[in-house]
């Protein structure tokens, strides 16, 4: 993210009319390192056309221009930026708790008690979806009380959406 430093013409006209245009033009151009102390609150001395010029925090009018795949927000001085890129790993992690909330909607349509012992039994046709569920096998397992985790050759149980895929689930309840 970076800023944007733009002219605030209601106040700087009064105070340097001639100079106004050539403000308008520079004040963007200049680098934000110099003018950074406004964001403080605090003064900055620039010289616009060979003539100094003060320039307080009311004469100038700053923004924030995020970068793509970013979110970001700025408040009395904090900012805050998210990336919004989706990794590989993350992609994962979002088809892995998919999978566990559905795992975890099957145990309540089964009538299943909350510390009942499961074993889980799953058909992914797409690499992706097995990947995901086999990397992240001891978290699905932790959170939904599961015994095993076992991949299936065959579509098995009941077909339910995980993410943008198809995923073949079945549970029951261990010995």
Same mark, same amino acid.
């Given at each position: /993210? ?5 002219? =605030?013409? *209601? &106040?700087?006209?009064? *105070?340097?009319?001639?100079?106004? =245009?050539?403000? +308008? &033009?520079?004040?963007?151009? /200049? ?7 406004? !964001? !403080? @609150?605090?003064?900055? %001395?620039?010289? #616009? ?36 890129? /989706? ?7 979002? #088809?892995?708790?998919?999978?566990? !909330?559905?795992?975890?909607? /099957? +145990?309540?349509?089964? =009538?299943?008690?909350?510390?009942? !012992? #499961? ?10 979806? +097995? ?6 096998? %001891? &978290? #699905? *397992? @932790?959170? &939904? ?12 149980? *009941?077909?339910? =959406? ?7 689930? %079945? ?5």
């Amino acid at each position: /993210m970076h800023y944007l430093y733009k002219p =605030n013409l *209601k &106040t700087l006209g009064p *105070k340097y009319g001639k100079l106004l =245009n050539a403000l +308008r &033009t520079d004040l963007p151009q /200049m680098d934000g390192k110099l003018l950074a102390p406004l !964001r !403080r @609150g605090e003064t900055v %001395e620039v010289t #616009i056309q060979g003539e100094p010029v003060t320039l307080e925090p009311a004469d100038v009018l700053i923004s924030t221009e995020r970068a793509s795949d970013w979110v970001s927000a700025d408040d009395s001085g904090v900012q805050i930026a998210l990336s919004t890129t /989706m990794t590989p790993e993350l992609i994962q992690e979002g #088809i892995a708790r998919d999978f566990i !909330r559905q795992v975890q909607q /099957m +145990r309540k349509d089964h =009538n299943l008690e909350i510390q009942d !012992r #499961i074993a889980i039994s799953f058909h992914a046709a797409d690499a992706d979806s +097995r990947t995901a569920v086999e990397s992240w096998s %001891e &978290t #699905i *397992k @932790g959170e &939904t009380l599961a015994d095993g985790l076992q991949f299936s050759g065959q579509p098995v149980g *009941k077909e339910v =959406n995980v993410g943008a895929k198809t995923v073949w689930v %079945e549970v029951k309840k261990s010995g």
